[in-house]
């Protein structure tokens, strides 16, 4: 069946810094690529999306990069900050519009004061 | 504001039970989700509804069933539960159509089988 890989699984970081997470698909029809956080003991929420037809989206400190070629997708935070810390889950809808999405394994951020 | 509620956020119950978790969703979305959420293994879909009494196997239905009565209700139903079905269970929603993809969660209700 289709998947998506996310990596890394758990990501360690200063303050200040920035992070990225990178996910990899495997349907060719897949054309939205949400991305939700989830903090401890609270429901996914979702913190940016990018559609196919599009390369790169960013909002404030968070950005997110598509390559359809190679069907990658990524997502970069920067000057990170402890409230950042969060696990987060990357998705793929499947098979064009049945609504269906595919999560990632998820990675959990740990930004370090 | 959309909001996404589920009936426990915790919940323990006995080996061979039959358990009832329920979601509702105020926003009149046609299409609801429920999901397990496990360590190392992200969220994967168990059922979801395009609509009223319709509903679809997602990628692990086995030992669960749901029903969708009320477009505004989604139900899971554990028919004789498992110690392995002890695990995060998130319901979400969706509104179908162009640039309304995103899925809304609920709270997510820990269930614990012994």
Same mark, same amino acid.
């Given at each position: 069946?289709?998947?998506?890989?996310?990596?890394?699984?758990?990501?360690? $970081?200063? *303050?200040?810094?920035?992070?990225? !997470?990178?996910? %990899?698909?495997?349907?060719? @029809?897949?054309?939205?690529?949400?991305?939700?956080?989830?903090?401890?003991?609270?429901?996914?929420?979702?913190?940016?999306?990018?559609?196919?037809? $599009?390369? *790169?989206?960013?909002?404030?400190? !968070?950005?997110? %990069?598509?390559?359809?070629? @190679?069907?990658?997708?990524?997502?970069?935070?920067?000057?990170?900050?402890?409230?950042?810390?969060?696990?987060?889950?990357?998705?793929?809808?499947?098979?064009?519009?049945?609504?269906?999405?595919?999560?990632?394994?998820?990675?959990?951020?740990?930004?370090?004061? | 504001?959309?909001?996404?509620?589920?009936?426990?956020?915790?919940?323990?119950?006995?080996?061979?039970?039959?358990?009832?978790?329920?979601?509702?969703?105020?926003?009149?979305?046609?299409?609801?989700?429920?999901?397990?959420?496990?360590?190392?293994?992200?969220?994967?879909?168990?059922?979801?509804?395009?609509?009223?009494?319709?509903?679809?196997?997602?990628?692990?239905?086995?030992?669960?069933?749901?029903?969708?009565?009320?477009?505004?209700?989604?139900?899971?139903?554990?028919?004789?539960?498992?110690?392995?079905?002890?695990?995060?269970?998130?319901?979400?929603?969706?509104?179908?159509?162009?640039?309304?993809?995103?899925?809304?969660?609920?709270?997510?209700?820990?269930?614990?089988?012994?």
């Amino acid at each position: 069946g289709e998947n998506v890989e996310q990596h890394p699984s758990t990501l360690s $970081v200063q *303050e200040g810094d920035s992070a990225v !997470i990178k996910c %990899t698909y495997s349907d060719s @029809a897949s054309n939205y690529f949400p991305w939700y956080k989830q903090e401890l003991g609270k429901r996914p929420q979702l913190i940016i999306d990018i559609r196919s037809n $599009v390369g *790169e989206k960013k909002d404030q400190r !968070i950005a997110v %990069t598509l390559n359809k070629t @190679a069907k990658h997708f990524s997502l970069h935070i920067t000057e990170t900050q402890p409230e950042d810390s969060a696990v987060y889950f990357c998705a793929a809808s499947l098979g064009g519009n049945t609504g269906k999405l595919i999560f990632g394994q998820g990675t959990t951020l740990q930004v370090k004061p | 504001d959309v909001k996404v509620t589920q009936s426990s956020r915790y919940l323990v119950k006995r080996t061979g039970e039959k358990v009832f978790l329920e979601c509702v969703q105020d926003m009149d979305h046609e299409n609801m989700f429920w999901y397990r959420q496990d360590p190392g293994l992200g969220l994967r879909l168990i059922y979801f509804s395009y609509d009223v009494k319709m509903k679809e196997k997602g990628d692990i239905p086995e030992g669960y069933s749901v029903s969708r009565e009320k477009k505004e209700r989604f139900s899971l139903i554990l028919e004789s539960a498992s110690t392995n079905q002890t695990s995060m269970y998130l319901c979400a929603s969706r509104e179908p159509g162009q640039g309304t993809e995103t899925q809304y969660f609920g709270p997510g209700t820990r269930l614990l089988v012994l």
